[in-house]
């Protein structure tokens, strides 16, 4: 007995395995059920009593060199040939793919309704001038309305600051085009303001203007009705509220109607049902004489929302501050495909 498990420890030794289903088969002829190893331990009745000590420990020799062979040569057949595995006309995953940012996502779509009726995009800088931001929009030096925007200046500069609203960009449209104008201007914003749940000092907002012959408030209502229609779904209503802009005369708030189903509904609109998503208005004609349009000639008007506002209605995000901390897990939630 002791021989033949000489033998066999000799024939381990010298058995090098040349694929995965060899070394298999290897594992199964020595550790199987009625494998080499067993029928050894089997016939270990039968060995005389004084030479059991001796066979006893060869065979667990022999099985530890199994066992070791095995673990030394299972990892060497994986990956043997990783590119052949690999399917390389396979369309790609599309599991791991980023999703947009709600903000891109409401931006996008605001954008997406008012190109539908003829408005393109125009930008501007996010550094400013006095003149752009504030003056040419009817908002002269110690103008009481300036403190609506609590500024911030670049550097001890008066005349150099981070834009407070995108109607800068209007601004820098008229002077260089001539009417029929019709605008968009989305962009981010900054303002000096305690960071909340519904405040922060950076934002997004999407100004509107459309400048032609005899443009009149109810092309704006008109105009506005659509959109909050295409935003918020066909049943949606609105209302106007007189309210004072600088820039604009007359001025308006415009409320879409929520209802009062849930509780955050009642909070939200403060009991009303309506809630204030932008501000709009006639283009002051001092403001068309300020950018070179002529005011005679020309009438139009201006409208301009927040896109966290709109965002937070739409997906029901109740602190604005998720938009700015890049949570995977919160933006992971968002249409990916849009
Ligand atoms: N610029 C205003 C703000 O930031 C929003 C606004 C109101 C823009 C009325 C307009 C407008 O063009 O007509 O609060």
């Known amino acids: 007995m002791l021989k033949k498990v000489q033998e066999l420890v000799e024939k ?37 009593v004084e030479q059991k000590k001796g066979v006893g420990s060869s065979i667990n020799n022999l099985k530890s060199l199994v066992q070791e062979k095995i673990e030394d040569y299972k990892d060497s ?21 980023g999703s947009r940012h709600p903000i891109s996502l409401v931006r996008n779509q605001i954008v997406g309704i008012f190109n ?30 300036r403190d609506m925007q609590d500024t911030f200046f670049v550097q001890t500069n008066p005349d150099v600051l981070l834009r407070t609203h995108t109607s800068s960009v209007q601004v820098r449209y008229m002077e260089k085009k001539t009417p029929p104008i019709r605008t968009l201007s989305p962009g981010r914003v900054y303002r000096n303001e305690a960071i909340s749940a519904r405040a922060h000092c950076i934002f997004h907002q999407v100004e509107g203007l459309y400048i032609d012959e ?8 008109q105009t506005l009705l659509y959109f909050a229609k ?23 708030e415009v409320d879409i109607y929520l209802g009062i189903n849930t509780d955050s509904d009642y ?49 029901g995000v109740k602190d604005l501050r998720l938009f700015f901390e890049n949570d995977v897990r919160f933006l992971k939630q968002f249409d990916r495909s849009v």
Do not use: Q
Not at 23 to 35: A, M, P, V, W
Not at 77 to 97: H, Q, R
Not at 214 to 221: E, Y
């Open 12 to 48: 381990v030794n010298n058995y090098t395995p040349e694929s995965e289903e060899d070394l298999n088969s290897f594992r199964i002829e020595y550790l199987g059920k009625k494998g080499v190893l067993n029928s050894l331990f089997s016939s270990f009745k039968e060995v005389p």
């Open 77 to 97: 057949f994986e990956d043997e040939d990783p590119v052949s595995e690999i399917d390389l006309s396979k369309p790609v995953s599309l599991d791991n793919l």
């Open 116 to 145: 539908r009726i003829g408005y393109t995009i125009s930008e501007g800088p996010e550094i400013e001038d006095d003149w752009h931001n504030f003056s040419a929009l009817n908002l002269p030096e110690e103008h009481p309305a």
């Open 214 to 221: 005899n443009v009149s408030f109810s092309d704006l209502k």
């Open 230 to 252: 295409e935003m918020f779904g066909e049943k949606t209503k609105i209302r106007l509220r007189p309210s004072y802009f600088p820039f604009t005369e007359p001025s308006a």
């Open 267 to 315: 909070r939200i609109t403060k009991g009303t049902g309506w809630l204030e998503i932008l501000g709009c208005g006639m283009v002051d004609p001092n403001v068309l004489k300020n950018c070179g349009v002529d005011p005679e000639k020309y009438s139009g008007y201006a409208f301009g929302m927040g896109v966290e506002r709109i965002a937070m209605l739409k997906y």
